[in-house]
T-cell receptor, first 114, second 113 residues
């Protein structure tokens, strides 16, 4: 089966600019996550969607980060304006049912903010 | 506070040798514990998932153990290969329909020829 697709693979921007990341989860996976992974750290949850509804966005810096999953399939994560500390890998993951199902990750978007 | 601690932070071993990575957690309620392998520049890939009642699970040369009483898990890699070089992340699920995954910082393993 096709995996979780993410684009772009790499992005370099200057601080205060805007950036958007795209994720296409595995077909049939209702639950979608965006994680931020800073170098040397484990992934940190930013937002969790169940279909097109937000389940958990408690750790999303809402003053600059936004995410949507309008049709319950693809999702976009936006940062506006970016700060230096936003430099990280942004991982998208999906699953059918988190109770005992695997979480499938995309390869991530590596963001460098200069 | 829910936490997952991994040790060592990094490890270098020679090809063909065995190694064991450790994970200690303070997560409540506990649902399951997962080990992921993350190659450089890639997303994590699931190795094992263990529930409270399971104390060992294997996936090829990878064997995970779980002691729910002491809240410790280990990942043992047998006959290491160069392709085992990666970060290994321990993840504990705090349960509930939302899953509430708690990630460790990972152990970076380097296998040298």
């Amino acid at each position: 089966e096709a995996g979780v697709a993410q684009s772009p693979r790499y992005k370099i921007i200057e601080k205060r600019q805007s950036v958007a990341f795209w994720c296409n989860p595995i077909s049939g996976h209702a639950t979608l996550y965006w994680y931020q992974q800073i170098l040397g750290q484990g992934p940190k949850l930013l937002i969790q969607f169940q279909n097109n509804g937000v389940v958990d966005d408690s750790q999303l810096p809402k003053d600059r980060f936004s995410a949507e999953r309008l049709k319950g399939v693809d999702s976009t994560l936006k940062i506006q304006p970016a700060k230096l500390e936003d430099s990280a890998v942004y991982l998208c993951a999906s699953t059918r049912d988190l109770t005992l199902e695997k979480l499938f990750f995309g390869s991530g978007t590596q963001l460098s903010v200069l | 506070k829910n936490q997952v601690e991994q040790s060592p932070q990094s490890l270098i071993i020679l090809e063909g040798k065995n190694c064991t990575l450790q994970c200690n957690y303070t997560v409540s309620p506990f649902s399951n514990l997962r080990w992921y392998k993350q190659d450089t520049g890639r997303g994590p890939v699931s190795l094992t998932i263990m529930t409270f009642s399971e104390n060992t699970k294997s996936n090829g040369r990878y064997t995970a153990t779980l002691d729910a009483d002491t809240k410790q898990s280990s990942l043992h890699i047998t006959a290491s290969q160069l392709s085992d070089s990666a970060s290994y992340i321990c993840v504990v699920s705090a349960g509930g329909s939302q899953g509430n995954l708690i990630f460790g910082k990972g152990t970076k393993l380097s296998v040298k020829p």
